[in-house]
Nanobody, 123 residues
């Protein structure tokens, strides 16, 4: 099981960009799907983007075209580049690891979670 540490959140203006990072420790990082999830207060945690162990990516509709989720298997790292940020993107983001083939919809299948990192978007 991986241990995950997410970072990179911050405060930006509408239309700005942020890059989240997630460092993993443990074995067989390349065998896990990796993803970013978020939780708006009062709502259930939801998937934003996932890259599976084969490198296939899936995105929640509002993230498609604005976010990308590269992974660096050599350094056990995951990123999320977020562009054209909107007020509705503001919340806490969590990185997670899951089974080999996962999509952003597989919230309940994730095995390991990092601590959250706050994203604030101001107008």
């Amino acid at each position: 099981q991986l241990q995950l540490a997410g970072s990179g959140g911050g405060s930006v203006q509408v239309g700005g960009s942020l890059k989240l990072s997630c460092e993993a420790s443990g074995y067989l990082y390349r065998s896990y799907s990796m993803g970013w999830f978020r939780q708006i207060p009062g709502k259930e945690r939801e998937g934003v983007a996932v890259i599976d162990a084969d490198g296939h990516t899936t995105y929640e509709d509002s993230a498609q075209g604005r976010f990308t989720i590269p992974r660096d298997n050599a350094n056990n790292s995951l990123f999320q580049q977020m562009n054209d940020l909107k007020p509705e993107d503001a919340t806490v983001y969590y990185c997670a690891a899951g089974p080999f083939y996962s999509s952003y919809e597989d919230v309940d299948s994730m095995i390991s979670w990092g601590q959250g990192t706050q994203v604030t978007v101001s107008s």
